[in-house]
């Protein structure tokens, strides 16, 4: 079973009742709240009974937490119905994404420990595993090589604030046309497994190979910190990679709130399963046609396979999205059969003009199809608009229940002024913008010389600088 994402975790604990652990509790959760964190907490209960009338659950939720769990020792969980145990309460705080969750009483759990002692305690206090801090309940001296905290909530919530939150609270980052960057677009690959004529290769000339593991790991680690918390793979076709359930699963470990993949949809089926377990809940499946024989001529590839692996992945209940690029001549006549199987078949469908890039000047002029009149048409016959406000402002149909969009990025100044990611090519280079390939800045080269995270933030940093539409 996969566990919703968890934020970070942290016990307060002592040796003996009457410490103050709850009072110490509710005064940090009092000033993280103040501080603009959401904070759930964790009570571990010796009581028989759960529903005490002024238990500490109610007192935490008054202090500002934004939720409260009781846990009983026979692993009874107030907000669940059986079989709880510290990390399925810590899984079910989740839910309601807060930035930590604060657990009291939990000495003999695997979570980080700030233990409350007194002098004649101090050496069983440095005996718990895990413990990050102590905090002194008397006029002692310090000890060597351990934070000693005073019994103060601001104080220690500023050392929580310090060690584990900071690290994690979202930075604004906008360049200098006040666009917001959420997230980046990360290619892992520039093998494919078809060759789709319209293929612009995600905007990337002649690869000087691909990114190790660890690499695209520490890339997204860093994007991150800098407070970006979505992220899209694509290739080539990603799931060429093998280790794109492990790249998925850690994306979701880091807590990155959106983790999606752009595939052709032809290992797909073989795979399902695995990137599910590993987290993935929405992907995006280029589909260019519906017709076995149409879908051939133009990626050389087996549409069987496709459906399979999208019936695969929709029985676990990823959220698909169809892509369609329409092309004159080819597809346009069929966007109504297209539209059609998408209800049936997926989530969404989303109809996009053919780009400009890296194609024949001849193909691009024979094949582009201005959408403008597909979308006036749907606009007459769609039930409901939904415009997503942090993706270009572009317009969601809504027709007989299937969303629909339309993405028009040629010669549309309105796609550019609404541009929130950043691409990171296959070989490990920030992309501002895709439509430019004279713009690159070459994050690999730093990790393979040894850069440190905070030198790969200011190259971060400078491409957000960089960055300007593409069409104005």
């Known amino acids: 079973m996969i566990r919703m994402q968890q934020p970070p975790a942290l016990a307060i604990v002592s040796f003996h009742s009457g410490a ?17 964190y959401r904070v759930c907490a964790v009570k571990h209960s010796a009581h028989d009974e759960i529903r005490d009338s002024g238990k500490d659950t109610w007192r935490y939720r008054e202090a500002g937490a934004t939720a409260s769990a009781f846990l009983q020792p026979s692993g009874y969980l107030e907000l669940c119905t059986q079989c709880a145990n ?14 930590i969750v604060l ?42 090589g351990v934070t000693c905290l005073p019994f103060d909530p601001p104080v220690v919530a500023a050392f929580i604030e310090s060690r584990f939150l900071a690290p994690r609270r979202k930075v604004n980052l906008t360049d200098r046309y006040g666009r917001r960057i959420l997230g980046i677009r990360m290619s892992l690959t520039q093998r494919c497994n078809l060759n789709c004529v319209y293929c612009h290769h995600e905007g990337e000339g002649l690869s000087s190979g691909e990114m190790y593991t660890d690499e695209v790991l520490r890339i997204l680690r860093v994007a991150r910190d800098l407070g970006m918390r979505r992220v899209k793979f ?17 994306s979701c470990a880091l807590g990155l ?25 929405r992907l995006n499946l280029s589909l260019p046609s519906v017709e076995s024989d149409v879908y051939r001529s133009i990626t050389g590839g087996d549409l069987s396979n496709v459906i399979e692996g999208l019936e695969a992945a929709c029985r676990l209940g990823i959220h698909i999205k169809i892509n369609t690029v ?59 608009v939904i415009e997503r406000g942090e993706m270009n402002r572009r317009r969601v149909y809504i027709v007989k229940g299937l969303p629909i969009e339309i993405v028009r990025p040629m010669n549309n100044p309105g796609f550019c002024a609404g541009c929130t990611r ?51």
């Not at 510290?86 to 807060?98: M, V, W």
């Not at 997926?346 to 199809?369: P, R, T, W």
């Not at 597909?374 to 769609?382: F, I, M, P, Q």
Request: glycine share 8%; net charge negative.
């Open 20 to 36: 103050g652990k709850t009072t110490l509790l509710e005064g940090i959760i009092q000033f993280l709240t103040k501080m603009g």
């Open 86 to 99: 510290i990390h399925s309460a810590i899984d079910l705080a989740s839910h309601f994404k807060p930035d």
């Open 103 to 144: 657990c009291e009483g939990f000495k003999d759990s695997d979570l980080p420990k700030i233990a409350i002692v007194e002098s004649s305690e101090l050496r069983l206090g440095m005996q718990l595993q895990g413990v990050v801090a102590l905090v002194l309940n008397a006029a002692i001296a310090p000890v060597s």
């Open 234 to 250: 694509t290739g080539g076709e990603p799931l060429l990679r093998r280790d794109l359930g492990g790249i998925i699963a850690y």
């Open 257 to 281: 709130e959106d983790v999606s993949v752009t595939t052709n949809g032809q290992l797909l089926r073989e795979r399902a399963l695995e990137l599910y377990e590993a987290g993935l809940r």
């Open 326 to 384: 329409v092309m004159k001549g080819i597809n346009d006549s069929s966007i109504d059969t297209i539209v059609d199987f998408a209800r049936r078949h997926s989530s969404q469908l989303q109809l996009i003009e053919l780009e400009n890039l890296h194609l024949d000047k001849g193909f691009f002029e024979k094949y582009h199809v201005d959408l403008s009149q597909t979308e006036k048409k749907l606009s007459g016959a769609t039930e409901a």
């Open 422 to 472: 950043m691409r990171i090519t296959s070989d490990g280079k920030i992309k501002p913008c895709l439509m430019r390939d004279d713009l690159l800045f070459d994050l690999l080269g730093g990790i393979r010389s040894g850069w440190t995270d905070e030198q790969l933030k200011d190259l971060f940093m400078s491409a957000v600088s960089a960055r300007e539409p593409f069409y104005r």
